[in-house]
Nanobody, 123 residues
Framework: QVLLVESGGGLVQAGGSLRLSCAAS????????MGWFRQAPGKEREFVAT???????AYRDSVKGRFTVSRDNAKNAVYLQMNYLKPDDTAVYFC?????????????????WGQGTQVTVSA
């Protein structure tokens, strides 16, 4: 059984930083691409960042230069370092895992999902 558990969310002022973590179990983590998505109230879930099995990365335009995705295959973990946070970044952030190893941007490309962690950025 695949299990993804996010942590690290919280309340932060605009301009601040948070680091999200996602602990994965139940699969060969090192073979999988991982993704971060977010969903704000009343909005659809959207792609944030993705990392391939060999740590190639891609980001949505609005977070480029502020967010960094990384992974530690020895710990079966993926991280999202978020700097210069803005109120528009407020959302529930989800970790997701692909059956494949390459980066993808679409929600349907990811087979496994965590429960999410709330990030709230105050103005």
């Amino acid at each position: 059984q695949v299990l993804l558990v996010e942590s690290g969310g919280g309340l932060v002022q605009a301009g601040g930083s948070l680091r999200l973590s996602c602990a994965a179990s139940g699969r060969t983590f090192s073979d999988s691409a991982m993704g971060w998505f977010r969903q704000a109230p009343g909005k659809e879930r959207e792609f944030v960042a993705t990392i391939s099995w060999d740590s190639r990365t891609a980001y949505r335009d609005s977070v480029k230069g502020r967010f960094t995705v990384s992974r530690d295959n020895a710990k079966n973990a993926v991280y999202l370092q978020m700097n210069y946070l803005k109120p528009d970044d407020t959302a529930v952030y989800f970790c997701a895992e692909r059956d494949g190893s390459e980066v993808r941007f679409g929600i349907l490309e990811y087979a496994y999902w965590g429960q999410g962690t709330q990030v709230t950025v105050s103005a």
